[in-house]
């Protein structure tokens, strides 16, 4: 299948070799006797270092081609290659590095965990990929690090609250934080301002602009809203399970 024409700017001159691709991938559900066909044979490329935003209607497939590029989920067929390798051949154990290591993630509910603090769910990808006796020599840096993105993201005074006694939008700066902290190459945002007012839904895009542009981390917006997609500096719009113009 060939992409459809796609909208850049002359900010983002994407590299030709892609961070992250896919080739014919196809997601299909059954429930009971019905086959639903969420996905039907998507190509598709990343950039290292840009802002690609994928707009369409809810049902549309974008947030199932961001589970599957983001190894949350497994396709019906297609391939997933990562700086040129095969994502797909690998075992369970290497998928889960690579999503800790190379991947973060964004999503519209947060997923906090309410018993720990800000700093504890920033720091929380940090421990699991350090493993126990990481963890023990390099835990002060690694906490040194999540400070400090917590006052990046403007909640430096509000590093030992609960998820419970901050707004949406602290929460949501907080999962930006946590996605951050392992420095990944690609962060998967799944409609990050989807619960945010439009002044906080700003802000937040303002701070993946930032992190853009300072680290060359490449992220991947996945939305139904028009007005975020026309600030990725790449756009491209899905419809029943496929690209369209």
Not at 55 to 65: C, D, F, I, P, R
Not at 112 to 117: A, K, V
Request: proline residues 4%; aromatic residues 6%; hydrophobic residues 40%.
């Amino acid at each position: 299948m060939t992409e459809p024409a796609i909208q850049t700017s002359a900010v983002s001159t994407p590299a030709a070799i892609p961070l992250l691709e896919c080739r014919g991938l196809a997601r299909t559900f059954v429930v009971g006797d019905t086959e639903l066909h969420v996905l039907r044979g998507v190509d598709f490329s990343l950039y290292e270092g840009e802002i690609a935003g994928i707009v369409g209607a809810s049902g549309a497939g974008k947030s199932t081609l961001l589970h599957l590029l983001g190894l949350l989920d497994t396709p019906t067929s297609g391939e997933i290659f990562y700086r040129g390798k095969n994502l797909l051949g690998m075992g369970p154990e290497a998928s889960a590095r690579v999503r800790n290591k190379e991947f973060g993630f964004v999503f519209q509910a947060f997923h906090l965990l309410n018993e720990f603090t800000a700093l504890e769910n920033v720091l929380m990808p940090a421990r699991i990929g350090a493993g126990s006796l990481s963890w023990l020599s390099g835990a002060d840096t690694m906490q040194r690090d999540a400070i400090d993105l917590l006052g990046r993201v403007g909640l430096g005074q509000r590093l030992h609250h609960t998820p419970t006694r901050l707004s949406g939008g602290e929460r949501q700066r907080v999962a930006l934080a946590r996605a951050l902290i392992n420095k990944p190459a690609v962060v998967f945002c799944d409609e990050p301002t989807g619960n945010l007012d439009s002044k906080t839904a700003d802000e937040i895009f303002a701070l993946i602009e930032q992190f853009n542009a300072e680290r060359k981390q490449t992220f991947l917006i996945v939305t139904h809203s028009e007005t975020l997609a026309q600030r990725a500096r790449r756009r491209l719009r899905m419809a029943d399970g496929r690209f369209v113009e």
